[in-house]
């Protein structure tokens, strides 16, 4: 069990590790204990890294993998930070970002930063405003961001970010466009499904195609052919220890197509033809194709 405990700066305790797949890596992620620690187990965790005075504690879960079980956390927040040896240290976010995270905190960023904003109140604003500086994007709203320069590197901070700031605005989903505009040929966008969703039937009417190349987690895409044909259903996750799992697929775009996140989050890579603008994008009611 991963134990998300923010302080009253809303600094988040991290514990330094190696790579699980045994490299020499290092990583930051959040502290883990047995699943089975009670309040008083924790609190005694905590009091031996010099930490005190927990409150407002609670469990969640979050599936990241279809073949696999729920990854546990629970958060609390401390009044009294100490300093904590290594491997663990406290880490503000603005700091955060410039790691190298593992799983345990990309999986969980939206409620690290739901926490922080409930602890130190109009962070969010802040913290989105240095993180597109610091990444060099351009904001074009809450859910959709431009990369500005050409060569783009996608870090499992800067998608983790990018899909908690969304939700933390009200959104569900977060775009990032690694081409400069939409009349270019490629367009190439990182998608980042920040919660369980389901989008569509949707299409674009012509004759090119589009890729969904899966980065984390798993998704359900549904091509509705109508007729005979019918609905096809395509499943789509990335697994590490499954080399043949199908974790891309490419679909003709005329056909329409329902898309459903079946993880509590999911990262793609979405790659069609260009030039492309959101009215080229139809939109329709499922009984209307059948």
Same mark, same amino acid.
């Given at each position: ?17 190696? *790579?699980? +797949?045994?490299?020499? %890596?290092?990583?930051? =992620? @959040? ?5 089975? /620690? #009670? ?107 431009? *990369?500005? +320069?050409?060569?783009? %590197?996608?870090?499992? =901070? @800067? ?5 908690? /700031? #969304? ?109 492309? +603008? ?6 329709? =009611? ?5």
């Amino acid at each position: 069990m991963f134990v998300l405990t923010t302080d009253k700066s809303g600094r988040i305790l991290v514990e330094h590790v190696v *790579a699980r +797949s045994g490299s020499s %890596e290092n990583l930051v =992620a @959040l502290p883990n204990v047995e699943k089975n /620690f #009670s309040q008083t187990q924790l609190e005694n965790w905590m009091k031996n890294h010099s930490i005190t005075k927990v409150f407002e504690t609670k469990r969640f879960s979050l599936l990241t993998s279809t073949d696999l079980p729920k990854t546990e956390y629970t958060s609390c927040s401390v009044e009294n930070a100490g300093s904590p040896k290594f491997p663990f240290e406290w880490l503000s976010v603005e700091n955060l970002w410039q790691k190298n995270i593992d799983n345990s905190i990309a999986t969980a960023m939206n409620q690290i930063i739901w926490q922080v904003e409930r602890t130190s109140p109009g962070s969010l604003e802040k913290l989105e405003q240095m993180f597109v500086k610091d990444f060099d994007l351009n904001k074009v709203n809450p859910r959709v961001f431009f *990369a500005k +320069s050409e060569t783009v %590197e996608a870090t499992e =901070a @800067l998608i983790s970010f990018l899909g908690a /700031f #969304s939700v933390g605005n009200g959104q569900q989903t977060a775009r990032l466009c690694m081409h400069h505009s939409q009349s270019q040929v490629i367009q190439e966008m990182l998608m980042i499904h920040a919660v369980p969703i389901s989008t569509g039937p949707l299409r674009q009417n012509n004759d090119s195609s589009v890729s969904y190349h899966m980065m984390r987690g798993a998704l359900e895409i549904t091509l509705h052919h109508g007729g005979v044909v019918g609905d096809i259903v395509h499943h789509v996750e990335r697994r590490a220890d499954q080399p043949s799992s199908q974790s891309s697929i490419r679909v003709p775009a005329r056909v329409f197509r329902t898309i459903r996140t079946i993880t509590d989050s999911a990262v793609f890579i979405e790659v069609q033809s260009g030039p492309f +603008s959101d009215s080229d994008t139809e939109w329709s =009611a499922k009984e209307d194709i059948r």
